[in-house]
């Protein structure tokens, strides 16, 4: 193989796993941020039937 098919390849295939670990890392991000949002609500609600209680 030449050096520019070998120089190609590499470049495919660096592309192609820098597009895997960006999408990874994208759906884990938006993933903690709903987690950590449903928590935040959580505890909101939970400080609010807290409160309503005699």
């Known amino acids: ?3 520019a098919s070998l120089i190609a390849l590499f470049s495919v295939g660096m592309a192609s ?6 999408l990874a890392f994208r759906r884990t991000f938006r993933l903690e941020q709903e987690r ?3 928590r935040r ?5 939970d400080r609010m039937f807290l ?3 005699p």
Do not use: A, G
Not at 17 to 22: E, I, K, P, Q, S
């Open 41 to 45: 609500m959580r505890r909101r609600l």
């Open 36 to 38: 950590t949002l449903m």
């Open 17 to 22: 796993t820098l597009t895997v670990l960006f």
């Open 51 to 53: 409160k309503q209680k």
């Open 1 to 3: 193989m030449s050096d």
